[in-house]
């Protein structure tokens, strides 16, 4: 299979630039900015001081003062708006991209561009240039279906401003050992004292999987509801009890199992 590549100009890119980038960085997002490498994408989210999911975007080094931020169109405006006026507060500033062309190259052998480890598949972002020539390009279902089978919860669909982020599978976001940082209250206070009380599954139907919004049962129960769906395959948002590998669920009369995407990090240790 060749290269396929998806517009990506309606998603949210973001530039940081200033000699306290990384300070000022990390007291705002919930990964550990002393593991951001040069060419290697760094996920991390954005939280209210609630805990709640502002933006999932993955944070790339351009230079030793110079940090690119990429998320997802449905979190961009929120991502701006958390840092429009915190951003005074450092010696460093901040601008929305625009660019006129932005690319999602998925595929093997492919090296130009940034690294984008979401999906099961290689890909790359291309910024301000031509997609590569002879690349097909995918329609946003196809897309959708490729996100989907990877288990990559999508901001808009599978989460939302009302998540948390352990419920939308965000461990590999969160680091557990840097110092404080927006939101790490609940964050912490869910790892070590409890946890939530909802998260995402993959569903396996029999047959075609149900659109978003389908009810799920278990035993007759509902516990939760499908968020995305391509394929036999669904994401769903369940009851923390019932968010067990194998279980049999229906969802619109159709029935489907629930699983673990090999993608997924495991849940973060309280030890």
């Given at each position: ?38 060419g ?139 110092g ?25 139907f ?13 035993g ?24 067990v ?27």
């Open positions: 299979m060749g290269l396929r590549a998806l517009d990506v100009s309606r998603w949210g890119f973001f530039r940081f630039h200033g000699p306290d980038v990384k300070t000022f960085l990390q007291g705002l997002v919930t990964a550990d900015l002393n593991k951001l490498a040069p290697a994408g760094l996920p991390a989210c954005v939280l209210t001081p609630k805990g709640l999911l502002v933006a999932d975007c993955e944070l790339y080094e351009e230079t030793p003062e110079t940090i690119l931020a990429v998320t997802r169109p449905d979190a961009a405006e929120g991502f701006f708006a958390a840092f429009e006026k915190k951003i005074m507060l450092s010696a460093s500033v901040f601008k929305a991209l625009r660019p006129k062309q932005a690319w999602l190259v998925v595929g093997e052998g492919f090296e130009r561009g940034l690294p984008w480890t979401r999906l099961s598949k290689p890909a790359r972002l291309l910024l301000g240039v031509d997609p590569p020539e002879g690349a097909d390009f995918f329609t946003d279902e196809e897309f959708k279906a490729l996100r989907v089978s990877a288990g990559f919860p999508w901001f808009g669909a599978d989460m939302n401003a009302e998540s948390l982020p352990l419920e939308a599978r965000q461990e590999a976001a969160i680091s557990l050992d840097k404080c940082y927006m939101g790490q209250e609940t964050v912490s206070r869910i790892v070590f004292r409890g946890h939530v009380n909802k998260c995402l599954m993959g569903v396996r029999i047959g075609e999987a149900p659109i978003p919004g389908s009810v799920v049962e278990r007759g129960k509902e516990i939760g509801k499908i968020t995305s769906a391509a394929g036999n395959v669904g994401l769903a948002l369940v009851r923390h009890e019932d968010a590998s194998g279980a049999k669920v229906i969802a619109a009369g159709r029935e489907g199992e629930l699983f673990v995407f090999s993608s997924w990090p495991k849940p973060l240790s309280k030890a």
